[in-house]
């Protein structure tokens, strides 16, 4: 993989396990057809602001199936962010930086498509759903897409 790749993975923070996922990669699994129009029609699916909750068992090919889309997202220069559901509450309440520029709560609102992956409707934390929820928001009132897997 050039190394200008991996730096654009590593700057929207899709984990090195789903760099080299593929489509045809992929075992028939229901999301596998659904994968294949967004990644083929992706720049309209960010246009109109479409977003995607992929929910199931473990081993369902969810977050595989983010990471392509956030990839070919890249491959046409929109670029993302993928954030880890565990860690987003401490994103919003301590105020890290995603740089020198903005805080990962206002790179998370503005990016152009948002992957918010390991969603847990039980959480322990109610306030990491109220987080996730407040990003929503934001992001649809913008007409920004979310995938939630």
Sequence with gaps: MASNVTEIYERIR???????DSIKDMPDKPYKALIQDWVNN?????????????????????SSSAAILLRAAAARGIFGLWVDFRHIAEYHIDGTRFDEQETYFQRMSNVPILVIDEFEAKANKHYQIDVVENIVRIRRHANRPTIIT
């Design 14 to 20: 899709i984990p090195p396990l789903y760099w080299n």
């Design 42 to 62: 992706i720049k309209s699916k960010i246009a109109i602001g479409k977003g995607l909750y992929l929910y199931g068992d473990f081993g369902m090919g969810k």
